[in-house]
């Protein structure tokens, strides 16, 4: 099993930003792609940007690209999305989550952590 805490979300301005975090925590060996998807209310479960273990090869959701920034720490077992210049459209309930079949499907997921951009 692999157990996943996000944290770092919360309420900003449009144009800031904000940083999450996954640390993850059990059996992780299994894991090959993380990725960061986001819910918003009425709409359905959007992949943010998932990135492929040991290789570091990353992809991002048009809707982010060049301003979302995943990354990992090993030494910390942690996953970070970094997002700058934030848009209300950004707003949602971000999940972490863990495959063992690089992004086929996700195996384990975070509770999740709210994120609201407000205008």
């Known amino acids: 099993q692999v157990q996943l805490v996000e944290s770092g979300g919360g309420s900003v301005q449009a144009g800031e930003s904000l940083r999450l975090s996954c640390a993850a925590s059990?059996?992780?060996?299994?894991?090959?792609?993380m990725a960061w998807f986001r819910q918003a209310p009425g709409k359905e479960r959007e992949a943010v940007a998932r990135?492929?273990?040991?290789?570091?090869?990353?992809l991002y959701a048009d809707s982010v690209k060049g301003r979302f920034t995943v990354s990992q720490d090993t030494t910390k077992n942690t996953l970070y999305l970094q997002m700058t210049n934030m848009k209300p459209e950004d707003t949602a309930m971000y999940y972490c989550?863990?495959?063992?079949?690089?992004?086929?499907?996700?195996?384990?997921w975070g509770q999740g952590t709210q994120v609201t951009v407000s205008s």
């Open positions: 059990g059996y992780i060996d299994s894991i090959n792609c």
């Open positions: 990135i492929f273990l040991g290789g570091n090869y990353k």
């Open positions: 989550a863990a495959s063992k079949t690089y992004g086929t499907d996700y195996n384990y």
